[in-house]
T-cell receptor, first 116, second 117 residues
Framework: NAGVMQNPRHLVRRRGQEARLRCSPM?????VYWYRQLPEEGLKFMVY????????ESGMPKERFSAEFPKEGPSILRIQQVVRGDSAAYFC??????????????FGSGTQLSVL | AQTVTQSQPEMSVQEAETVTLSCTYD???????LFWYKQPPSRQMILVIR??????QNATENRFSVNFQKAAKSFSLKISDSQLGDTAMYFC??????????????FGKGTKLSVIP
């Protein structure tokens, strides 16, 4: 049973380009969280999704950032018109179902986004 | 809003010795959960130990144990018999259930632990 898979592991973009980060949750998991880790910081919550629904996007910047988790395929975090301040490690975590604190969050290894 | 504070940016310990990492948090909630995560250079976030706030007994996982002081809002991690593989960033995290039904983790800034041979 593969863990949470994120790709690419490293992504380099120039200012103004788009970045697309992919997350495949663990098999059987239908809930996905995205977190961002800035240099020298802990992870910060961005968005929580289940299949085809955004449940909580209170941590998402209002502009340029969007997330989806379609019925088929991975969850996508999309950053349009990237700026240098978007450079960070972006982590995905998955859980089997909503609202169960007894379920551990399983984290992927993150995507390191570097904006030149 | 919850805040999590780790006051030790870096620490080092001799192999086989014991080290304690500090964490304090601020919340008005009564029901919540606390975690310690380990992040080695591979960047993988690995759950080390978790504590339910309603439990008075301190959690233990092999060489890892916590000292949970609810009234003081303190949650320290003790690593016994330190091993070279324990070298990593350690993050303290707080979790509570939001009105949306999601469980969000709030992380501290981390403590970089180096185990010296």
């Amino acid at each position: 049973n593969a863990g949470v898979m994120q790709n690419p592991r490293h992504l380099v973009r120039r200012r103004g380009q788009e970045a697309r980060l992919r997350c495949s949750p663990m098999k059987g998991h239908s809930h996905v969280y995205w977190y961002r880790q800035l240099p020298e910081e802990g992870l910060k919550f961005m968005v929580y999704l289940q299949k085809e629904n955004i449940i909580d996007e209170s941590g998402m910047p209002k502009e340029r950032f969007s997330a989806e988790f379609p019925k088929e395929g991975p969850s996508i975090l999309r950053i349009q018109q990237v700026v240098r301040g978007d450079s960070a490690a972006y982590f995905c975590a998955s859980s089997p179902r909503q609202g169960s604190i007894n379920e551990k969050l399983f984290f992927g290894s993150g995507t390191q986004l570097s904006v030149l | 809003a919850q805040t999590v504070t780790q006051s030790q940016p870096e620490m080092s310990v001799q192999e086989a010795e014991t080290v304690t990492l500090s964490c304090t948090y601020d919340t008005s909630e009564n029901n919540y959960y606390l975690f310690w995560y380990k992040q080695p250079p591979s960047r993988q976030m690995i759950l080390v130990i978790r504590q339910e706030a309603y439990k008075q007994q301190n959690a233990t996982e092999n060489r890892f144990s916590v000292n949970f002081q609810k009234a003081a809002k303190s949650f320290s991690l003790k690593i016994s018999d330190s091993q070279l593989g324990d070298t990593a960033m350690y993050f303290c995290a707080f979790m509570k259930r939001r009105a949306t039904g999601s469980y969000q983790l709030t992380f501290g800034k981390g403590t970089k632990l180096s185990v010296i041979p």
